[in-house]
Every structure is written in C-alpha cells, then in structure tokens.
C-alpha cells in the first residue's frame, strides 16, 4: 500500500515557489557568494551545481508544517551540499526558514532542542576554527552560523509561545464562557422550580377547594348546601386571585408599576387554619415559635398549607392536626390526618406536591418525610392509620430561598 503523504499548505507551496524563483533568478544573474577555486573551499565549481541544493531546499518548504523535523533534516544535508558549491544566497533563506517552521510547528520536544543544539553549534563554530586557525576572522563563522541557526530558531520560539499562550487564553476563555452559560441555565431551572412551587403551592389549595365544593353543589339537590358551597367556592376564587396576583407581582420587574407583595410567614397560619375549616376540614394548630427567618418562614407555610390541600383531597374524614415546635435551632413541622378509607381522591393531583415540600426542605438543609404509619386506638385515627408530613427546618440558614 502506497503511502500518501500530507498535502502542504497553500502558503508552504506560496513559500517554495517563490524560493526557487528568487534563487533561479540570482543564478541567472550569477550572484555566487564564492569564486571559484577561493582558497579550496569550493570543492564542486560548475555553476548549474548550485541548483541542485536550491532545488531540494525548495522543496522542503512543502514540508515546513505537515513535516517539519524531515524538511529540517534535509534541508541540513542541502545546506553542506550548498558550501561545497559556489552557493546560492536563497538556499541558505530558505534554511534558516526550515529551523523557524521546525520550532513552530514541530513537537514541543523538538521545540525546545532545536535552539539549544543551534546555540551549541554556533559556540563550537567559533571556538574550533579560533582554536586551529589562531586568526580573528574565524569568529564570523560562529557568527554565520548563529545568524542561520540561533536567530530563526529563537524567533520560532517566541512565536510559538506567544501562539501558545494565545491558545490557552482562548481555551480559558471558552470554558469561562462555558461555565456561565451552564451557571445561567442552572439559574433558570433553579429560579422556573421556585416559580413552579410558588404557583402549585399558592393555587392548588384554592383550586382544590372549588373543585371539591363545585362538585357537592352539582350532586346534591339542596338549596342550603349549594349555597353554602358557592359561597366558599367565591371564597377560594377571590383568595386564589389574590395569589396569582402576588406571583404575577413577583414575576415583574420592580420597576414595573406592581410591587411584589410580602411573602407569607407563620403569622398567617392562623388564616389559613381557618380557610381549611371552611372548606371542610377538622383541623387543630398547635404552634410556638419565635421570629424566624423570611425563607424558614415561607417553606414551614408552604408545607403546612399543602398539606392541608392533600388532606382536603385524599384524607379519610377526622382530624388534621398541624403542630409547629421550636427547639435546639431548629423548627419541627408535623401535619397529620386520616387515611385508608377513600377509594379516590376527592379532587385530581399532578403529584407534585410532595416534590415541592421535598425541595423546599432540600433547599434549606432540613430533613423531610412523608407517608402512612400506624396509629393508636383514638378519637382521631379509630385505630386505622394516619398519614404524616414531617420536616425539620434549621433556623439558622446557610442557604436561602
């Protein structure tokens, strides 16, 4: 099998071409760097023999960037063969620009060598001819070969840092722009769950409620009892309005022409017991507390009033016990009620509820359990069992809402 080598890059072939041209053209001219026969240096005098480094030099240059360290190599040999000829200027350009691209393009190993084995021939060039000729004008020949080997070589490495280092800033800049686009989308999934538990929360109860009520309005041919469930369906529809309000204020800007309103604290409880005894529940509240932050306050309210909105759809008939206790820097919510006796919930849920309380806890770093357990012989539970929702809320933060 055949193989294909790298096709070189347009400038490589730019770079070539117009070496060979230059060199053509001073030969045409007949600018040689050397005479012939000057002092037996030139070991190969005809003329034409210059073309032959000049030929291959060029191209080399196709290599400089699919392969740099071969087009160095052999542009090494072709640079011996150069000083052997008369010589030919542009062969030795074309030289200096196979030690740039080497550095440049080549390895990183190769990149670090090269200048450092370059420095050492030009320190040997002008050493070992001081030392056997004993005549000054030696030291230029260091001083040429530091001009076609440590000068391209130190520039490609410059510049290879300086691509390098250029690089790395776009990388870094890349995966900053990458991190606050991930820290932007965990925002917005963060700030939509908030928003999704404020609304579930704030309008399930109401919406409950008005199903429940709207539902014995329609099945009961009693003009008392439809009174009195449109009556408490105008109750939940004016208070569930009143919400949405509140989180439509929330969701604007506060610049807007509507203020957010205050969020709900434990102070409230009290109102809502109430609204949960006029849909229908038997329930009791047993509270103490002290002031507590604003997002203890809110999650302990939220979970509370969902709770009383599953016990409105899914607990059998008795008593909802909610119970609120301050102890050792943290707040104990417990919210119990009937459960077994229902074949269907009275009104549908999304399942959501749970979720939301689980989260609100999660969120402050307290503990959250849900679900059925046994109960005690009891004027409460008649020995069947008892669903309960309890969280511990720590209220000393080190998070927020």
Known sequence: MAVRLPRPHRDDVRIATGGLLGGLLIWIIGLFPRPPGDDGIVLWSPEWAAL?????MAGCELLRRTMPRTGLLIGILMLTADTITRGN??????????????????????????????????VLAAVVPLAIWRRPEAILIGVAVGIVGVAPAS??????????????????????????EIDRTQAVAAERARMARELHDMVANHLSAIAIHSTAALSLDD??????????????????????????????????????????????????????????????????HMKLPAPVELAAYRIVQESLTNALKHASPGRVTVTLAQQDGTLSLRVT????????????GSGAGLVG?????????????????????????????????????????????
């Open 155 to 180: 520039t490609g490495w410059v510049v290879r840092n300086h691509r390098d280092a250029a690089e790395a800033a776009r990388l870094r800049a890349e995966q900053t722009a990458l991190l606050a």
């Open 357 to 401: 309380m689980q989260e609100r806890v999660a969120l402050l770093g307290g503990t959250f359990e849900a679900g059925p357990e046994s109960a005690p012989d009891s004027r409460d539970s008649r020995g069947g069992k008892i669903w309960t929702v309890h969280a511990t809320l720590p209220t000393t933060l080190g998070g927020t809402e």
């Open 52 to 56: 032959l480094p000049l030929t291959v």
């Open 337 to 348: 009620s009937r459960y077994g006796d229902r074949d269907s919930p009275s009104a549908p």
């Open 223 to 288: 003009a008392d009892t439809t009174k009195q469930a449109l009556g408490v369906i105008r109750e939940n529809s004016v208070e569930g309005l009143a919400e949405m309000r509140r989180l439509i204020g929330i969701l604007r800007d506060s610049s807007g022409d509507t203020e957010p309103s205050a969020a709900p604290t434990l102070d409230g409880l009290g109102a809502l017991v109430d609204t949960a005894r006029t849909n229908g529940l038997d329930v009791t509240l047993d509270s103490t």
């Open 89 to 122: 200027v542009v062969t030795v350009v074309l030289f200096t620009d196979l030690v740039y691209a080497a550095v440049l393009y080549g390895t990183p190993a190769s990149a670090r060598r090269i200048p450092w084995i370059s420095g050492l021939l030009t």
